[in-house]
């Protein structure tokens, strides 16, 4: 193994660089100074007048700043879509609960009403609530018209039928 020297590099795979060939930071300097000419000369428009000048401005921050604030807003627009669709969900959901209560309410009436109607049903409310008993025979009248063609046409009140 090769010690290392302050003064002269060295490279276990023995090679060197061309920078490195200079012993002296002298040689160094002066061997830069010449390349700095020489790319001057060869393209002075390439040539930096103040290397420290502050870099001008460009317009990526702002135009990465406006994408951000268009994804940032189509994404509260989608998340407030899909919000608004869950309520309706929810809205629909309960409306259609209601819905089937109300047409199992309807066909309970419906029933309730057919038993009602029917004469059993009638004859029991009048015989349990109303203390009403059927009438006997001997207390019926028959009613009969004298004149049939004059009782169809003349009826009271000025009615025909």
Known sequence: MNRRTAGEPSFEHGMRRAADL??????NQAANQAANQAANQAAPELADPD?????????????????LALITVAGLVQVRARARVLGLGSEIATMTGEHSQLLDERRRLEAERAYLRHPDSIHAVAAARLHMVPAAPERTQTIQL???HLADTHLPGGATR
């Open 51 to 67: 290397p420290i000048a502050p870099r001008r401005p460009t317009g990526l921050p702002l135009l990465l700043l406006v994408a």
């Open 22 to 27: 200079a012993s002296t930071p002298a040689a």
């Open 146 to 148: 004298a004149d049939t």
